[in-house]
């Protein structure tokens, strides 16, 4: 395995994780309940995304698709829209 599959499985594995421990913090009939549901449904999409160009043995732009997905996630949470796990390695908040 090379190290850009190495990484590329790491990513795939912790942006799935993250989106199952991340919830919606913010309350759903706002705006800000609509933005909350945007970060986490561009993070869904960027975890498809980068499985379809594993798919396609494009590890270069599964590897981006994880970590812009993860990116989602990490600026949901850091202006509260998310609330997810302070410990551990899953967030930087």
């Not at 990484?7 to 705006?31: C, F, I, M």
């Not at 993070?43 to 995304?49: Q, T």
Request: charge should be negative; hydrophobic fraction near 40%.
């Amino acid at each position: 395995m090379t190290d850009i599959d190495a990484k590329t499985d790491k990513y795939e594995r912790l942006l799935a994780e993250a989106l199952d421990a991340a919830e919606l913090a913010a309350p759903a009939d706002t705006p800000l309940g609509e933005a909350a549901r945007d970060c986490e449904e561009m993070a869904r999409s960027y975890l498809e995304d980068g499985r379809h160009f594993r798919e396609d043995d494009d590890a270069v732009n599964a590897l981006a698709s994880f970590s812009y997905g993860h990116a989602w996630l990490d600026c949901g949470a850091r202006i509260g829209l998310l609330d997810v796990p302070t410990e551990g390695h899953l967030f930087t908040v």
